[in-house]
């Protein structure tokens, strides 16, 4: 069973730094793409990034290049997302997903996570 | 301001129709493929469709996704009070080169 299990809530304070995980299992980490998905309180989704664990190869958003990083470590199936100086307008739920598709136009996300809740307050 | 744009609302009785239309443009839907995720309540969201047209394994066939020009549509047939959640299109922008989401949908079933 393919699962993506994220790590827990998040208080933080305004210019603290914080790395949130995601970790895979039940299919082969390295070969699929995990995206990552903002949602503010009562607010759509928006696309932050991807990474291909298999080489790191990471694609962010213009919305989010340079606010964000995102990496991935294969050998533990686990992708993150960091900050380095929080912002009260960081505070929302992150969500990962798992990217299908053989190019970009086919890309979809079809695994989700539980979702992590960051507080910056 | 996302590039895609959906209805904030849709709603209709038990057992009836809906769709959702999802407009965007030559860098988007007109040249790439549509997917369609499901947000109930407090929950993470879940694909329904992808591939403009596809179910996943699970998916009923209630669900139906279409795409013509720069518009893709999901419908609902047979409207379940279990449908009521937030409906969102997806898909790849060219020129943005980024993945985008729709505006989102509230499904209320009356």
């Known amino acids: 069973e393919v699962q993506l299990v994220q790590s827990g809530a998040e208080v933080q304070k305004p210019g603290e730094s914080l790395k949130i995980s995601c970790k895979g299992s039940?299919?082969?980490?390295?070969?699929?793409?995990i995206g990552w998905v903002r949602q503010m309180p009562g607010k759509g989704l928006e696309w932050m990034g991807i990474?291909?664990?298999?080489?790191?190869?990471?694609r962010y958003s213009p919305s989010f290049q340079g606010q964000v990083t995102i990496s991935a470590d294969k050998s533990i199936s686990t992708a993150y997302l960091q900050w380095s100086s929080l912002k009260a307008s960081d505070t929302a739920m992150y969500y990962c997903?798992?990217?299908?598709?053989?190019?970009?136009?086919?890309?979809?996300?079809?695994?989700w996570g539980q979702g992590t809740l960051v507080t910056v307050s | 301001q996302s590039v895609l744009t959906q209805p904030p609302s849709v709603s209709a009785a038990p057992g009836q129709k809906v769709t959702i239309s999802c407009s965007g443009s030559?860098?988007?839907?007109?040249?790439?493929?549509v997917s369609w995720y499901q947000q109930l309540p407090g929950t993470a969201p879940t694909l329904l469709i992808y591939?403009?047209?596809q179910r996943p394994s699970g998916i009923p066939d209630r669900f139906s996704g279409s795409k013509s020009g720069t518009s893709a549509t999901l419908g609902i047939t047979g409207l379940q009070t279990g449908d009521e959640a937030d409906y969102y299109c997806g898909t790849w922008d060219s020129s943005l080169s980024a993945y985008v989401f729709g505006t989102g949908t509230k499904v209320t079933v009356l």
């Open positions: 591939d403009n047209n």
């Open positions: 030559s860098s988007n839907i007109g040249n790439n493929y």
């Open positions: 997903a798992r990217g299908r598709g053989s190019r970009w136009n086919y890309l979809f996300f079809d695994y």
């Open positions: 990474i291909y664990p298999g080489d790191s190869e990471t």
């Open positions: 039940g299919y082969s980490f390295p070969n699929y793409w």
